[in-house]
Every structure is written in C-alpha cells, then in structure tokens.
Nanobody, 126 residues
C-alpha cells in the first residue's frame, strides 16, 4: 500500500528552523491529502498542518493555530514529497512529528488518516 518515509528531524535551539520531509510511495500522490501531526511525551497526538487537493492543480493548506505564521506546509508532486518548514521554533514544539496520507480530503484536521509514517523526533532547546 502506501509507504511514508520521514526525514529532517533533529536538535535545534529556540528561534531556529528545521525542514521536515516525507516521501510517499503512492502512484496518485498529487490527489492525496498529506498531513503533519506531532505528539509530545504524555500528550495525545495533535494536528499541525495539512495540504489537500481541491481539483486540477489547486491545493488548500491548513494549519493549527499554534503554528500559524511559523510553519509552512508544501508539496512537490514530481518528487512525491511533502515538506514542513518550521521557523521560529519554541521549546513547546518539541515532539515526535508524524507524516500522514489519505485519499479523502475530508480527513484534514482529524486523526483519521489511512497511512502514517514512523515519526521523527524534533527537539527544541531553550
């Protein structure tokens, strides 16, 4: 089925930046909804950002309020890859970040995605 491979996590100081990447093994990547989620120790997994297909070459980006203005989601359909650029990182951004995929655009902002990556650790030091 669909395989998701994440990269780009690591340790960064507060105020710094990281870019996460998620490569998807799927034949119809351009029509898939792609999302980023995160889970801190002792916390439930939460929505971070998503990008969904709206028809043709049109896509719609969605963000959690906590990351608006700091994080940017994008996709490169030629590479079957979705990115999450994280700027102005804060210690509270520390979490395991997960990539997710689903052919249904209705799943945005939910935890109902059909496919999930293994997660990559992001640690922000103060």
């Amino acid at each position: 089925q669909v395989q998701l491979v994440e990269s780009g996590g690591g340790l960064v100081q507060a105020g710094g930046s990281l870019r996460l990447s998620c490569a998807a093994s799927v034949r119809t990547f351009s029509t898939y909804t792609m999302g980023w989620f995160r889970q801190a120790p002792g916390e439930e997994r939460e929505f971070v950002a998503a990008i969904s297909w709206s028809g043709g070459s049109t896509y719609y980006a969605h963000y959690a309020d906590s990351v608006k203005g700091r994080f940017t989601i994008s996709r490169d359909n030629a590479k079957n890859t979705v990115y999450l650029r994280m700027n102005s990182l804060k210690p509270e951004d520390t979490a395991v970040y997960y990539c997710a995929a689903d052919p249904d655009p209705s799943v945005v902002r939910t935890l109902d995605y059909d496919y999930w990556g293994q997660g990559t650790q992001v640690t922000v030091s103060s």
